[in-house]
């Protein structure tokens, strides 16, 4: 069997470990799960209509849906992939890790488990959010159908890109709790950006902090693809900051998962 062969065999059976571990300890992946919806739900119909009529040529609570819903599907990511630093966490202070270290696998096939595994939770869970969306009055009617592939493809993409961060978060906390605690700025950035308000309506000190961030150039992106909005350089940006992160995420949780155990 060669090399590759042996990868992807070794890398499926770490899926399917953490699949069916999701599917046993879902309780986890609930809560996050409820806190974009429990915003989605707050903004709209309470705020929806206050808020809504300071979008431009807004009406009220069908603008306000229409603007915040992408932000609510990054933000929903965000939420998932806490739980990904929590269950990496687990593994490696249960000894999980280390006995995989031990074991004559390809080596690399723990941490793409956890990965795909945590992806495929995040896209599920923005369906689940999304649907939610369209149930309170989201539509998206003028979007073509390579507009709606490229939105897909920026959603896997993003999740893919905090996926290898809050792994190497998980790898360098020293249990689950600290490593909830410190994948929380992956739930709160998106309160500083786009995701509730246009970044122009902000103090002028604070704009920076919005705008300068990984999830206001997709949040726009987004937009720009499932609302017809103007783009501009927020899509190459979103690009940027997705492989930019995933590069760092994927040497910081390798260099971690090579390191000899003290």
């Known amino acids: 069997m060669s090399a590759l062969s042996l990868a992807v065999r070794d890398s499926s059976t770490m899926l399917r ?3 069916l571990h999701a599917r046993r300890y879902p309780s986890l992946t609930l809560n996050l799960l409820l806190t974009p919806i429990m915003l989605l739900l707050l903004f709209v119909y309470i705020f929806g209509d206050t808020m809504g009529a300071g979008i431009d040529g ?3 609570r069908s603008a306000y849906i229409a603007y915040i819903v992408p932000g609510i599907l990054l933000m929903t990511i ?7 630093a929590v269950s990496v966490s687990g593994d490696m202070n ?3 890790i280390a006995r995989f270290r031990t074991m004559a696998i390809y080596r690399g096939s723990v941490l793409f488990g956890h990965v795909v595994g945590s992806v495929l939770q995040s896209i599920i869970s923005v369906v689940l959010v999304g649907a939610v969306g369209v149930a309170m009055g ?3 009617t003028d979007a073509t159908v390579l507009e709606w592939l490229a939105a897909f493809g920026l959603l896997v993409l993003f ?3 905090l996926t290898w961060i809050a792994v190497g978060m998980g790898m360098g906390s020293p249990n689950a709790e600290a490593a909830s605690n410190n994948a929380m700025p992956l739930i709160l950035l998106p309160l500083i950006s786009s995701a509730f308000t246009p970044v122009g309506s902000m103090p002028g000190w604070f704009r920076p902090i919005a705008e300068y961030q990984p999830f206001t150039p997709a949040i726009e992106t987004l937009r720009g693809l499932l609302l017809g909005t103007e783009i501009g350089n ?3 940006l979103a690009i940027a900051w997705c492989v930019g992160l995933a590069v760092l995420g994927y040497f910081w949780s390798t260099s971690q998962f090579n390191r000899d155990p003290k």
Do not use: H, K, P, Y
């Open 138 to 140: 989201f539509r998206s």
């Open 234 to 236: 927020n899509g190459w």
């Open 58 to 60: 807004g009406t009220g």
């Open 17 to 19: 470990r953490n699949l």
């Open 78 to 84: 965000g939420s998932t992939v806490v739980g990904t």
């Open 159 to 161: 999740a893919m890109a």
């Open 94 to 96: 249960e000894g999980i």
